[in-house]
């Protein structure tokens, strides 16, 4: 498993008029294309697939924020940002080990977190299509 590299100057959603965004208040300092889950309290934190209460993906943050700031989450669509050209289209990408981040693999609890696909331009870009279920528990 490997981590993703984000630019976090880079991350938009790629079609926000057909996205699913939502704002929350930050639980701790988040950075613009962080893997977030929801706290008990109805705040945001980062995802971690290694510690118990945060083993849930909720969606990207598209922009970042300290506690108790506003940060939009990308709950459902294609978002930019993500460095996917060693993953195949259509691979699945989940939560990691390390806090916030998204990787080519499964962590220590498989978190489902979206796939690699592309926009139909020319070149077929890769993006992130991100597909956050909010109805599953995973802890």
Known sequence: MADLTVTAAQVAA????????????????????????????????????NAAGKQQFRGIALNGGGAGQ??????EGHCYGFDLSGMSYD????????AGALAD???????NAGRVAALPN???????????????AWT
């Open 14 to 49: 790629c079609f926000p008029d057909k996205a699913e965004i939502y704002t929350f208040k930050a639980a701790e300092t988040i950075t613009a294309g962080q893997a977030v889950y929801l706290t008990s309290s109805g705040t945001v934190g980062l995802c971690d697939t």
């Open 70 to 75: 506003a940060i939009d989450v990308l709950k």
């Open 91 to 98: 691979a699945i990408v989940y939560g990691s080990d390390t």
């Open 105 to 111: 693999g499964a962590g220590t609890m498989t978190v």
């Open 122 to 136: 020319a070149d077929l870009t890769k993006v992130l299509y991100v597909r956050a279920d909010w109805l599953r």
